[in-house]
């Protein structure tokens, strides 16, 4: 790599996770994990800095609130105070639908919607990491080796969104790699179930007792 080879930012935090050699790298796929952590950083941004916008206020409003899973997400990292006004605001224009003087009729009361604007932080983040990604592997020779060598294997829906972003020549690469990393999982999966056989008893554990965390952050749905 030459001197004046400068890493894309989201490139480079992908790099690092990468490359961190610890068993606890194994517990989720990169992309998912710096995704997560985009979520999070917005969250806190908008309850340190923004939370009496009145555009803010007015989507949140205008969406009825958050999504399951980031409603779960605001009572961990939103404070009391923000969650308060961000709430009272929600609270304050839904009663007029309930309101004995209503004239809404059932037919035209609008559904919620199961996306949030964190929903669309998610897949924002989601495409730029990917396409960082991407654009790294069909690039950078090295990559490929990190790639490889990492306890960190990506999860199955953000692999196959890679393959389809993939140079099509890289394709046989990218799953050949993929094929090894499942091998390895199915292996340790194996291992664990064995070491707790009574038969397997004062058996050492070893890196195989995270492989379920691994499998299952695999196949979480995005
Ligand atoms: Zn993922
Ligand atoms: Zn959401």
Request: glycine fraction near 4%.
């Amino acid at each position: 790599m030459s001197a004046a080879f400068v890493i894309e930012p989201s490139l480079a935090e992908i790099i690092e996770i990468f490359t961190i050699n610890h068993p606890s790298n194994r517990r989720i796929c990169p992309v998912c994990g710096l995704v997560k952590r985009s979520v999070v950083r917005c969250m806190q941004q908008v309850y340190s800095e923004m939370i009496n916008e009145p555009k803010l206020r007015a989507e949140v409003r205008s969406r009825l609130g958050f999504c399951q899973r980031h409603s779960d997400l605001a009572t961990t990292v939103g404070d009391p105070l923000g969650n308060s006004i961000l709430f009272a605001d929600l609270v304050h224009h839904s009663k007029a639908e309930f309101a004995p003087t209503s004239n809404i009729s059932r037919r035209v009361v609008k559904q919620p919607t199961y996306t949030c604007t964190y929903c669309d932080v998610e897949h924002d983040a989601q495409t730029r990491y990917l396409h960082a990604l991407t654009d790294g592997l069909n690039s950078m020779h090295g990559l490929w080796d990190k790639l490889e060598n990492s306890p960190a294997i990506l999860c199955v829906a953000h692999a196959r969104r890679l393959v389809r972003l993939l140079n099509k020549e890289l394709v046989p690469q990218f799953n050949k790699i993929y094929l090894i990393q499942l091998e390895k999982l199915e292996d340790d999966l194996k291992e664990f179930i064995r070491k707790n056989d009574y038969r397997s008893i004062g058996e050492t554990l070893g890196d195989e007792q995270l492989a379920w965390q691994q499998a299952i952050s695999l196949f979480s749905k995005k």
